[in-house]
């Protein structure tokens, strides 16, 4: 399911993050804006590329709606080899029946993006166009994947250096 409009944002808190459904005001929040993608699938893949994903967990390679069922009951020893990136998500605003949510991204993936290079971000993004368009073919988003990629690195830096948190508004 891909997503309308997404917006990644800095604010001080959750709090003054979900004050703003209505979206994140560009006067307000520094944001960076993208459409028809999955926010989560994104963010996981990005967190991915830098972090890494244990081949023996389940779910890999499956979309998020598809390993939410794998991660319900969990057993106690997968739990001790380490969360998963959705486990780790702190929600905002749970998703909602009409598919809008809100998430703060990891600060792990905060301080990852804040410190990737060019390069880093270049490969990143291709490999992520080269994945939607393999899923969505002629449905995928028109967005420059690259410049999203680097203005959503770009706000993480500046949520390193002022402090605050990186939050995805899905709508």
């Given amino acids: 399911m891909s997503h309308t409009d997404i917006a990644f944002f800095l604010a001080p808190d959750g709090s ?14 520094a944001s960076v804006r993208g459409h028809y993608f ?10 991915t590329y830098f972090v890494g994903l244990s081949q023996d967990l389940p779910g ?3 979309t998020f709606w598809q390993r ?19 486990q780790q998500a702190r929600w905002i605003v749970p998703v909602s ?3 809008s949510g809100m998430f703060a991204l990891p600060p792990r993936l905060t301080r990852a993006l804040a410190s990737a290079g060019a390069e880093e971000l270049e490969e990143l993004a291709a490999r992520w166009a080269e994945r939607l368009r393999r899923l969505d073919g002629d449905d995928m988003t028109d967005d ?27 709508y």
Wanted: aromatic share 12%.
């Fill in 16 to 29: 003054a993050a979900s004050a703003h459904l209505g979206g994140p005001r560009p006067h307000r929040f």
């Fill in 144 to 170: 420059d994947l690259l410049a999203v990629m680097q203005g959503v690195a770009r706000l993480a830096t500046s949520t390193v250096t002022t402090g605050g948190d990186l939050y995805c508004w899905f």
């Fill in 38 to 47: 999955d926010a989560y699938d994104a963010v996981e893949e990005w967190d």
């Fill in 60 to 62: 890999r390679g499956q």
């Fill in 97 to 99: 029946n009409d598919g």
């Fill in 68 to 86: 939410t069922r794998c991660f319900v009951g969990l057993s106690r020893d997968l739990r001790r080899r380490g969360q998963t990136f959705w």
